[in-house]
């Protein structure tokens, strides 16, 4: 798990990469939480998200946003946030020239809403993780149509993102022809699933499975 640095539009960007064992590995970045709110490429969360696409032979980036960790530059409201992500998948995009297949995002809340941004933004991307989406706070109305389909997870106990909230995008993503969304609510999970990490887990690596190896999905909402 190689620390790199990359160039972002705000300076250097700071970052730990895992390559996949074949020159053909598929790509996947994994996004942080709010900078302002403690989130850095080591939440939890996002740790474990890194490991399930790891641990699938998937070329595997996380990283700081800026202002955050060695990142240069400061918070920039999610427009400098998403420029930092378009230079990640840039990198990753350059140091593995032969991946098959389309990307992979995947984001835990702030993170999340960055994610599917660029998901908008990069066609090259085909698929989405996102982990308790601040569907009350920020504005997902760019999702007109979704481009991808993914999985969002969320917590039953959420205290920061009210679950309706999240099923009302999860309904609204899953409207669009030709897209679907595995939506799973943990139970007793609050924003940060503290004590539901390993639920959290079991969640992205089926759906990765699902969709990698054909497996079928085991107990989807």
Known sequence: MPEVLFPGSAGRLEGRYTPGK???APLALILHPHPHHGGTMNSKVVYAM???????????????????????????????ELSDAASALDWLQSVNPNARGRA?????????????QLLMRRP????FISAAPPANMLDFNFL??????????????DEIVPEPS???????I???RGVSVDYRIIPNAGHFFADQLPELT????????????QKPLAGAA
């Open 22 to 24: 074949s020159p053909t």
């Open 50 to 80: 890194y490991n399930a696409f790891v641990e699938r032979d998937f070329a595997t980036l996380r990283f700081n946003f800026r202002g955050v960790g060695r990142s240069q530059g400061s918070y920039d409201r999610g427009e400098g």
């Open 104 to 116: 992979w995002v995947a984001g835990f809340s702030f993170g999340a809403w960055i994610g599917m």
């Open 124 to 127: 090259e991307i085909g698929a």
């Open 144 to 157: 007109a149509p979704c481009p991808a389909s993914g999985q969002i997870i969320h917590g039953a106990a």
């Open 166 to 172: 999240v099923a009302k995008l999860v309904a609204k």
């Open 174 to 176: 899953s409207s669009q």
């Open 202 to 213: 079991d969640c992205v690596t089926d759906y990765l499975d699902s969709v990698l190896y």
